[in-house]
């Protein structure tokens, strides 16, 4: 797998039209977007990461090989939020999300340590009306014993079938432990290919 960064940019209107599939990560601030696609390209370093929240504030595309993009899209709740709601989950976010004609999946990160929170819960309810195709995946798995694990996310599917009829796709990852890129991968050729 061939990973390199295309560019990043601020605003939906300046990123390049692109006829090739693409695959977002969103999830709140610190939540592990940067790492989990590093860990993906087999990567230390390709999307930059930190331990201070807000670190991605432009979205950032990379191309692998040739042929799709993964594209690291700034952290939601932690800028100071706006009341106007089209600002809740940061214009670009939004922009990018509703516009982009080859968006064909978004992974919605979710810290696999913490209770559902009502922020996560929101922008995936607004994925749903928006009509935008969406999976979870857990981060920070490592941080956990796998039977806590297991329980959060049992936790977390119960508080989704709340609202939710269907779950979506579910993947439990640890950057660290390189845990879930099979996985993800596999996904992602698979909808690449339907
Ligand atoms: N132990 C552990 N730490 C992680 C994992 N994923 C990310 N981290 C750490 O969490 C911090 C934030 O990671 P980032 O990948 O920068 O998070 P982000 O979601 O891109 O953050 P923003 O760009 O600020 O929204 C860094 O210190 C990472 O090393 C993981 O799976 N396990
Ligand atoms: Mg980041």
Known sequence: MRAEFKGSYPSNQVLPKCDLPEFAF????????SSLINMLCNHKDLAKTSSTPGKTQHMARFLVDGKWYLVDLPGYGYAKVSKASRAVFGELIQDYLLEREKLFCVFVLIDSRLVAQKIDLEFMAWLGESGIPFCIAFTKTD????????ENVENYKAKLLETWVELPDIFITSSPDKLGREEILKFIEKIRKE
């Open 26 to 33: 969103i999830g709140r601030s610190n939540v592990g977007k």
């Open 143 to 150: 941080k956990l014993k796998p039977a806590e694990v297991l």
